[in-house]
């Protein structure tokens, strides 16, 4: 299962990286995406509309952004942390790169919980791991 949710999430930020949106197959109905240590927009949503409201706040914010995965850590069955670097490109062209982590849980092939951290060795840390 471990390495299907990687799949699951390679395809998501392919998805996204594509097309701008993650796929909302993807998530679980009742899933959530935790922001809330973000610098920016730092909100908790839920459910599918909350994880549209989410990816809509980022559109707004900037003109183009890519999402690159640096790798994939399996915690466990349902979980799976993600460093990505983020690269943005506002609305005067000004490029920015910027780095975070996302801690997914997957049940059932879906996202039913995402939340990022400003560091990998944060993410770690509330997974119960070390780098």
């Known amino acids: ?19 701008g949106e993650f796929e909302l197959e993807l998530f679980d ?14 909100a908790v949503y839920r459910g599918l509309d909350g994880v549209r409201e989410f990816l809509s706040s ?16 399996v915690v466990d069955e349902n979980r799976v942390i993600v460093p990505t670097r983020i690269v943005s ?16 849980t997957l049940r059932g ?3 039913t919980y995402a939340k990022a951290f400003q ?9 119960g791991l070390r780098e």
Do not use: C
């Not at 109905?29 to 730092?42: E, I």
């Not at 490109?89 to 997914?104: M, Y």
């Open 29 to 42: 109905p009742d899933g959530v995406w935790d922001n809330s240590n973000a610098v920016f927009d730092p």
């Open 1 to 19: 299962m471990s390495q299907e949710n990687v799949e699951i999430l390679r395809r998501g930020y392919e998805g996204y990286n594509r097309t």
């Open 109 to 111: 092939g879906k996202i």
């Open 58 to 73: 980022l559109r707004d914010m900037w003109k183009q952004v890519r999402l690159e995965p640096e790798e994939f850590i």
């Open 119 to 127: 560091t990998k060795a944060d993410a770690l840390e509330a997974a």
């Open 89 to 104: 490109t506002g609305r005067e062209d000004v490029q920015t790169i910027a780095h975070n982590a996302n801690l997914f």
